[in-house]
């Protein structure tokens, strides 16, 4: 006898044993390859999370999807790879330690030097990084732990060293002075992605600036008066009169007192204000397009922490905003300040600190990125990658086709060090892999290595290739042969610009070079990251509000996985998954896939008990492996076990074909409506009626031919109920696998232990997905138990309607036309045993009354004494008919419609059609019913 399962299903005793087992025993490892012409692969990338990081329930979401589309995929036979990391994130990274300096109060960055504070970023890393790892160990995530990077691993730095040399010896780096985004508060640049667009009322000013011969002033608008410190000109339009006489003149700046020139210029909008505009070219970007056009000087007023940086002013060393206070004093004492007013207006806020960006000038590295968004284009319109929803091509496409030159470099210490050299000497940069010994100009040795760091998205965007060895010498290395480009990518929406455009533009730059794995040239075909991405929805509150903290909805994975277990946050995710719908999070239904957890649980309790008593009684129960549970089913075996197997190979099929179009939420509505639905509340129930074990004295007389033959034929079917129900519960368990990998890699070792067979595989991870193919399949069993089973529910209902006591057995009158009423008594034991039924008689007529109900296939009462409620009765078939009436109105309607029936599929139709000739056949029933009944 095996060890019994506790009474009570609790997640926590197992939960930490399985996902310490799968990381302990490399279950989901799999080697290099060496040949990989025999294997397909299905390979996804995880989008890594920063070091920084803790779970939250987007990544609940994204990872549990992530691991059912792997588990499945290596359940059918795939090589499946999921490759898992961490990002540096190398602005977070950076604060969050600049932070923990701050608390200790001892040093500070600057202080500390570059050298010893990266190495101090290094030790955080050690012992915090793994956080966010470690998480994902405990639920389960069946990625390969051995291929983990880390985006500053060595390998991957060298991979990424060359990738920047070679697109700078490309001509697509470049380095220059330009307006960017610039945190203050962080002092880097950041990327437009980076910054959001927040709507404020702001306040216009308008002021005087008057000519410099004395003889009038020009008035201009805007909305950062403290810039005008900057200004080197105003601009006006060409065609507009009101100062054409005044282009080439020249104005005194108010408070600086330099003359700055009047210009034309067609970007100055005549429609708005006062059609003059202030040209500050270091803080604007517009400003700097128009004195690029016109070679106006760059005056930077800000320094990196946007104070006031010009030494003599009398503003010099203030913040930006109390120096625009300041100025606007000013100027209101001069005269020159006219008017000030409330201006609806945008302001760019940084993502990563929430302070106001300021537009700086500013020397930084960029790509030059239209040659890569070519390709990047190209790959999506040409079909080598599709998207899931398909909307989010459109989104793609427009961001491609309307790309600006990607700034790279960002002002920080921990990140990817750009490796290009300044000489002291002439000036000259050199970019090269290794440190240059001498200048290659002047032969000067007075290098410096560029401070800034390259942006974390750089590095990430190279991951699908440089995971899998790519080091720029464009040799094939096996990896590459046997899993690029790799099959799928699951992210979000909100790095589709970051990540996702970025990985194709540069995978399809890098992996042209490098040959197939037959030696040919590559095409774009295949230098493509990924065939499909898929995008999830997004995670939002049981009131579909979306979650942040300052609503304080904010859902903690960790804290709920606490109260039900991964397993059942994980099917509450799949089960509400659908491409394009975002996921209303409900406790209640995570608290109900949980009872469908225990509901199993009790399942294989059931199973242990009947495996034990069968052996008891002399029975050999067996499992045929995992590669296939097809029976030969013996002539006599019972309608249930025909008609699950059945339901089984359908299921099978549904679940494969809704994984394949990412409907998560139909594939485990499935398999949850398959267990529980079906397994648990049908055949478990009619089981019961078979599993009739005879004792050792009847098993010795049946051996000698004794005994009667009625015993003998239930010992027959006890025999083939016993291994059938292990066989299908087996099966279902690994239908349920990916969805629920925690339960069912518990119960299926304890099934095989229960029949004493030793498990086929490490892990039921490793085992086979059922298939269709797997299971005797008979349609006409399920057309029987169709029938049985609408039968059973409604005599359950009219029972209940009349008040019958529930362990008072009654008989029934059945009338059909087609079958129901002899299966009805061929199978009057299942109605005895899940309806009361006494005794089954085929009537010649429909029965009617209030005791009687009528279903398309077969007319039913049950022979119960009670008095009738005429009334009651009466209006209870009203309703009835005024639903049959609307019902037909409606397929009526869509019948005669020429335009649905030519568009819809024929399958539509003709279950349309089917369900019109059932409601009118319920109609005509419940018409003579109502006929029938006496006067009041």
Avoid at 128 to 133: D, E, H, L, P, V
Wanted: aromatic residues 10%.
């Amino acid at each position: 006898m095996s060890q019994e399962l506790p009474k009570a299903y609790d997640p926590s005793l197992i939960e930490e044993k399985w996902s310490k087992f799968w990381v302990d025993e490399r279950i989901f490892a799999v080697p290099t390859l060496t040949d990989a012409s025999a294997i397909k692969p299905f390979v996804q990338l995880l989008p890594p999370p920063n070091v920084t990081g803790r779970l939250h329930i987007g990544h609940m979401l994204e990872h549990t999807q992530m691991d059912i589309l792997t588990r499945w995929h290596r359940m059918t036979g795939d090589t499946s790879v999921w490759v898992p990391g961490t990002d540096h994130a190398g602005i977070a990274t950076q604060m969050m330690v600049e932070r923990q300096l701050a608390a200790e109060g001892t040093t500070t960055r600057r202080q500390m030097g570059r050298e010893a504070f990266t190495a101090r970023v290094w030790e955080w890393k050690q012992q915090y990084g793994s956080a966010i790892t470690e998480q994902m160990k405990r639920l389960g995530t069946s990625v390969d732990w051995s291929r983990e990077y880390f985006t500053m691993d060595d390998r991957l730095s060298v991979a990424v060293k060359e990738a920047f040399v070679r697109l700078y010896e490309q001509g697509l780096i470049y380095r220059g002075a330009y307006i960017v985004n610039w945190d203050p508060q962080i002092q880097t640049a950041v990327s437009d992605l980076e910054v959001d667009s927040e709507e404020r009322i702001g306040k216009l000013y308008t002021i005087r600036y008057p000519l410099a011969d004395g003889t009038g002033s020009i008035t201009i608008a805007t909305t950062r008066p403290e810039t005008m410190l900057g200004d080197v000109a105003v601009a006006v339009n060409p065609t507009d009169d009101r100062y054409l006489h005044l282009i080439g003149k020249t104005l005194k700046l108010p408070l600086a007192g330099r003359e700055i020139p009047i210009l034309a210029d067609d970007w100055a909008n005549p429609e708005f204000g006062t059609g003059a505009v202030k040209v500050t070219p270091a803080h604007d970007p517009n400003d700097f397009a128009i004195g690029q056009r016109h070679q106006l000087p760059n005056i930077v007023i800000f320094d990196q922490t946007a104070h006031i940086d010009l030494p003599g002013s009398p503003f010099h060393g203030l913040d930006r905003f109390e120096a625009r206070e300041r100025i606007v004093a000013e100027l209101e004492a001069l005269g020159a300040l006219v008017e000030i007013k409330d201006h609806p207006m945008t302001v760019p806020i940084s993502q990563r600190t929430g302070v106001i960006i300021e537009p700086r000038l500013s020397m930084q590295w960029f790509i030059k990125i239209q040659p890569l968004a070519d390709k990047a284009i190209a790959a999506v319109e040409q079909g080598h990658i599709t998207f899931t929803p398909d909307n989010n091509r459109k989104t793609y496409m427009e961001w491609m086709t309307n790309i600006h030159d990607w700034c790279i470099s960002r002002q920080l210490w921990w990140g990817h060090r750009i490796p290009a050299w300044h000489c002291g000497t002439c000036s000259e940069i050199i970019v090269a892999r290794n440190p240059p010994s001498a200048c290659t100009r002047c032969s000067g040795t007075n290098l410096t290595q560029e401070t800034d760091v390259l942006d974390t998205w750089f590095s990430s965007g190279l991951l699908p290739f440089t995971v899998f060895g790519w080091d720029g010498t464009n040799e094939l290395t096996p990896d590459l042969a046997a899993f690029y480009p790799t099959q799928q990518l699951v992210t979000g929406f909100d790095i589709l610009f970051f990540w996702v455009a970025r990985m194709i533009m540069l995978s399809c730059h890098f992996m042209l070079d490098v040959p197939m794995p037959d030696g040919s040239p590559r095409t774009l075909t295949d230098a493509v990251p990924f065939r499909n991405v898929y995008i999830h929805a997004l995670v939002r509150d049981a009131d579909r509000q979306k979650i942040s903290k300052t609503k304080g909805n904010v859902i903690d994975p960790i804290e709920i996985i606490t109260r039900y277990g991964t397993d059942a946050v994980r099917f509450t995710l799949a089960a509400q998954a659908s491409p394009g719908t975002d996921i209303a999070f409900n406790e209640a239904r995570t608290e109900g896939y949980r009872a469908f957890a225990n509901k199993i649980w009790n399942a294989a309790r059931f199973l242990q008990m009947n495996i034990d008593r069968g052996r008891e009684a002399g029975y050999k129960v067996s499992l045929s492996g995992h590669d296939s549970v097809s029976l030969e089913l013996p002539e006599h075996t019972p309608l249930e076990t025909r008609w699950i197997f059945s339901r089984l190979s359908s299921v099978s099929d549904d679940v494969a074909h809704s994984l394949t179009a990412y409907r998560f939420d139909e594939a485990a509505n499935a398999v949850y409506q398959f267990f529980w639905g079906e397994f648990c509340d049908w055949y478990l129930e009619l089981v019961k009626l078979r599993l009739n074990f005879p004792t050792p004295e009847e098993l010795s007389s049946f051996a000698a031919g004794g005994g009667p033959a009625s015993s003998r034929t239930h010992s027959d079917a006890a025999a083939i109920t016993l291994n059938a129900l292990v066989a299908v519960f087996e099966a279902a368990l690994r239908l349920l696998s990916p969805f629920m990998p925690f339960l069912t890699e518990e119960l299926w070792h304890a099934l095989y232990a229960s029949v004493g067979t030793p498990s086929p595989a490490r892990s039921i991870a490793l085992t086979r997905y059922p298939q269709r193919e797997d299971f005797a399949s008979s349609q006409a069993s399920v057309d029987a138990m169709d029938s049985l089973q609408e039968l059973i529910v409604t005599i359950r209902g009219l029972r209940k309607e009349l008040g019958i006591p529930e362990k008072e057995s009654t008989p029934i009158h059945i009338f059909s036309t087609g079958d129901a009423a002899s299966l009805a008594q061929t199978h009057a034991d299942m109605l005895a045993k899940l309806c009361r039924v006494s005794a089954v008689e085929i009537v010649a007529a429909a029965p009617t009354g209030n005791n009687a109900r009528s279903t398309a296939t077969f007319d039913v009462s049950v022979v119960y004494e009670r008095e009738i409620d005429v009334s009651a009765e009466r209006e209870r078939l009203t309703k009835e008919l005024a639903k049959f009436n609307k019902g037909l109105e409606a397929a009526d309607k869509q019948l005669g419609n020429e335009g649905f029936i030519a568009r819809a599929p024929a399958h539509i139709v003709e279950g349309l059609k089917k369900q019109h000739a059932e409601t009118l056949a319920l109609k005509q029933k419940a018409e003579a019913a109502l006929a029938a009944l006496p006067a009041e």
